[in-house]
């Protein structure tokens, strides 16, 4: 069976840092990554990493997430510095098998995460 787990999230004041991870067991990934959800807000992209390594990063988040990855046991981290109230979402850890790795809205991610928690407050 296939089983995605993911942890962090939290509260930080703006400035402040926040990791997530997340790894998946049961089946070989080549693209994981995290989307976001805001209240009142559609789900969005925010950062994913192929195995090859490449990152896509949404442009609100460039030069403060980093993203980086372990697909030997298919585990990946998201590094969220300089928090900004407007990171405030629940985050979905996403993977997939299939080696298209991305956010546009045909690019499908069979595996999400429950999602967790990212409070930023000013």
């Known amino acids: 069976d296939v089983k995605l787990d993911e942890f962090g999230g939290g509260s930080a004041q703006a400035g402040g840092s926040l990791r997530l991870s997340c790894s998946i067991s049961g089946i070989v990934i080549n693209c994981m990554g995290w989307f976001r959800q805001a209240p009142g807000k559609e789900r969005e992209g925010v950062a994913v990493i192929a195995a090859s390594g490449t990152t896509l990063f949404a442009d609100s988040v460039k030069g403060r997430f980093t993203i980086t990855q372990n697909y030997a046991n298919n585990t990946a981290w998201l590094q969220m510095n300089n928090l900004q109230p407007d990171d405030t979402a629940i985050y979905y850890c996403?993977?997939?098998?299939?080696?298209?790795?991305?956010?546009?809205?045909?690019?499908?991610?069979?595996?999400w995460g429950q999602g967790t928690q990212v409070t930023v407050s000013s």
């Open positions: 996403v993977a997939k098998s299939a080696h298209l790795c991305g956010f546009r809205s045909d690019i499908r991610y069979p595996y």
